[in-house]
T-cell receptor, first 112, second 113 residues
Framework: RKEVEQDPGPFNVPEGATVAFNCTYS??????FFWYRQDCRKEPKLLMSVYSSGNEDGRFTAQLNRASQYISLLIRDSKLSDSATYLCVVNIGETGFQKLVFGTGTRLLVSP | DTAVSQTPKYLVTQMGNDKSIKCEQNLGHDTMYWYKQDSKKFLKIMFS???????INETVPNRFSPKSPDKAHLNLHINSLELGDSAVYFC????????????FGPGTRLLVL
């Protein structure tokens, strides 16, 4: 079983749609959680951290369920510029250092 | 200002050669990393250094040797390159805390012929 699993997609949605990505992780001792975004032929960039209480940043909402070891990302009112690969990332490092484990990513294509 | 920079951006070389990739960060971070992203786009940690000390060394062939002359630089030297080494190599840096994000460099696209 992969440490971090995501549906690879692609998810093809029209502009304005709401789309949700899911992710599961296997290491129950995981310390922190993130969603990164990677554009084609570019480096990954942090989209948002994910907190246990859930958190929102504009059109993006992230949720974490530690009991189910499940992370989600909701994108509302999709824009063309949201087209990218979304990487679910889990930190399994011990206190004081990071060891990030990346999912294989979910590709999103937003069309006019 | 570029936060994390890597050179070269592209590297095309023959099997059996030795090559180096350089990474520098101007963010004042204590920790730096090397990742490999293969043809299936899977991104995996290779090494991590904190203040010039190796703290993560994943199962990587010993042909790969990282070197950190100071905490702002982490270079990667690869001996006897093989076809399977073809990938994108990303350098990253972060502060020495568990919840901070990592900042990635633009990547070095290595093609071994």
């Amino acid at each position: 079983r992969k440490e971090v699993e995501q549906d690879p997609g692609p998810f093809n949605v029209p502009e304005g749609a709401t789309v949700a990505f899911n992710c599961t992780y296997s290491n129950s001792a995981s310390q922190s959680f993130f969603w990164y975004r990677q554009d084609c032929r570019k480096e990954p960039k942090l989209l948002m951290s994910v907190y246990s209480s859930g958190n929102e940043d504009g059109r993006f909402t992230a949720q974490l369920n530690r009991a189910s070891q499940y992370i989600s990302l909701l994108i509302r009112d999709s824009k063309l510029s949201d087209s990218a690969t979304y990487l679910c990332v889990v930190n399994i490092g011990e206190t004081g250092f990071q060891k990030l484990v990346f999912g294989t990513g979910t590709r999103l294509l937003v069309s006019p | 200002d570029t936060a994390v920079s890597q050179t070269p951006k592209y590297l095309v070389t023959q099997m059996g050669n030795d090559k180096s990739i350089k990474c520098e960060q101007n963010l004042g971070h204590d920790t730096m990393y090397w990742y490999k992203q293969d043809s299936k786009k899977f991104l995996k940690i290779m090494f991590s250094y904190n203040n010039k000390e190796l703290i993560i060394n994943e199962t990587v062939p010993n042909r790969f040797s990282p070197k950190s002359p100071d905490k702002a630089h982490l270079n990667l030297h690869i001996n006897s390159l093989e076809l399977g080494d073809s990938a994108v190599y990303f350098c990253a840096s972060s502060p020495w805390t568990g919840r901070e994000t990592q900042y990635f460099g633009p990547g070095t696209r290595l093609l071994v012929l």
